[in-house]
C-alpha cells in the first residue's frame, strides 16, 4: 500500500513541471525561442497557445505584446488582414506600446494607406518622441503622398535622432530600395547631430516701414521662403521678427507665434502640423 501511494506521488510530482510548461509564459518564451530562429510557423502556433491559456491574472499587457508579435508574423508571411486584427486588439488592451502603432502603421504603409500609416507613425512618436524610425517612416509616407514639406521635417527628426538612413536623399533613397527589397539593416545608425551643428536658415530682413501695419501675407511669405531654403519648421518660427518689437516687413504677431509654440509644447504636435496648424491665410491667433 505504501509503495503503491509513494508511486502515485512520484507520478504527480513527474507531471507537475509538465503542467506548469503549457502556460501563458512559456508558450510566450517558446515562441520567442522560435522567432529568433526565423520559424515563424512554429511561433504563430506558440503565440497561439500562449493566448488560449492567458488568464487576466497574467495582464492585459502581457497579452497585448504577444498580440503585437504575432501580428508581426501574420504580416511577415502576408496576412495582413490577420495582422491589423491582431494590432488594434492589442492597441485596445494596451494603448501605451508605441512598437503596436508602429508596426500597424508599418503594414498600411505597405498596403498603400499612407493617411491611415501616418496617423499610427504620429500615435508611435508620441508615446516614444525619440522613435526614430517611425519618424522615418512617416516622413515616406509623407512623401508618396507628395508632402515635401512634412516629409522633410520628419526626416531631419530621424536623422537628427542618429538614422543615418533619413540624413540625405541618396541615403534615404538606398534605404526605401533596401526595405522594398526586405532587408532589416536599412536603418544604419549614426552619431546624433549635436546642437550647435544643426543648420539654421535666418529669415531675410526687409525694409522696415515707418509705422507698423501687420501684413500677414508677408509674414507667411518670409516664414515660407525660411522652410523652402531647407530650414525647419521651429527655427523659423523662432527666427521670426515679432511685430510688437521689431515691425518691419515680414514680421509676425507674438500672438500667433505663441500658438505655435503652445501647440508643438503643450498639444504634442509635430513642428510642421503645429506650423500649418496655426500659419494659415486667416489665422484664429490674435493680431495687434
Known amino acids: 500500500m505504501k509503495a503503491a501511494f509513494a508511486i502515485v506521488i512520484l507520478a504527480l510530482s513527474a507531471a507537475a513541471p509538465a503542467a506548469r510548461a503549457e502556460s501563458f509564459a512559456s508558450w510566450s518564451s ?9 520559424d515563424a510557423a512554429e511561433a504563430v502556433e506558440d503565440y497561439n497557445n500562449a493566448l488560449r491559456m492567458w488568464k487576466s491574472a497574467e495582464g492585459k499587457k502581457a497579452k497585448a ?6 501580428g508581426w508574423l501574420y504580416a511577415a508571411t502576408g496576412s495582413t488582414d490577420k495582422a491589423l486584427e491582431d494590432f488594434s486588439a492589442s492597441a485596445k488592451l494596451d494603448a501605451n ?5 508602429f508596426r500597424k502603421g508599418r503594414v498600411q504603409f505597405d498596403q498603400g494607406r499612407y493617411s491611415d500609416a501616418i496617423s499610427n507613425f504620429y500615435k508611435a512618436t508620441k508615446l516614444n518622441l525619440n522613435y526614430r524610425e517611425a519618424y522615418f517612416y512617416r516622413g515616406y509616407a509623407y512623401e508618396k503622398q507628395g508632402d515635401a514639406q512634412f516629409a522633410r521635417e520628419d526626416y531631419k527628426t530621424a536623422c537628427r535622432l542618429g538614422l543615418k538612413a533619413a540624413c540625405s536623399e541618396a541615403a534615404r533613397a538606398k534605404a526605401q530600395a533596401a526595405l522594398a527589397a526586405g532587408k532589416s539593416d536599412a536603418f544604419e545608425a549614426a552619431p546624433a547631430e549635436p546642437e550647435k551643428q544643426r543648420a539654421v536658415v535666418e529669415v ?15 509674414c507667411l511669405s518670409s ?3 525660411c522652410v523652402d531654403a531647407g530650414g525647419a519648421f521651429g527655427d523659423c518660427v523662432k527666427q521670426a521678427k515679432l511685430c510688437e518689437s ?3 516687413n515680414g514680421c509676425c504677431p507674438k500672438d500667433c507665434v505663441r500658438r505655435y509654440n ?3 509644447d503643450q498639444s504634442g504636435m509635430s513642428e510642421a502640423e503645429a506650423f500649418r496648424t496655426v500659419f494659415v491665410e486667416k489665422p484664429s491667433c490674435t493680431t495687434p
Open 30 to 38: 517558446k515562441a520567442q525561442k522560435a522567432e529568433k530562429r526565423g
Open 65 to 70: 505584446k504577444v498580440l503585437t508579435a504575432r
Open 97 to 101: 506600446n508605441s512598437l503596436t502603432f
Open 204 to 218: 531675410k530682413k526687409a525694409r522696415k516701414k515707418p509705422r507698423y501695419q501687420l501684413d500677414w501675407p508677408a
Open 223 to 225: 516664414l515660407n521662403a
Open 246 to 248: 521689431a515691425p518691419e
Open 262 to 264: 503652445e501647440s508643438v
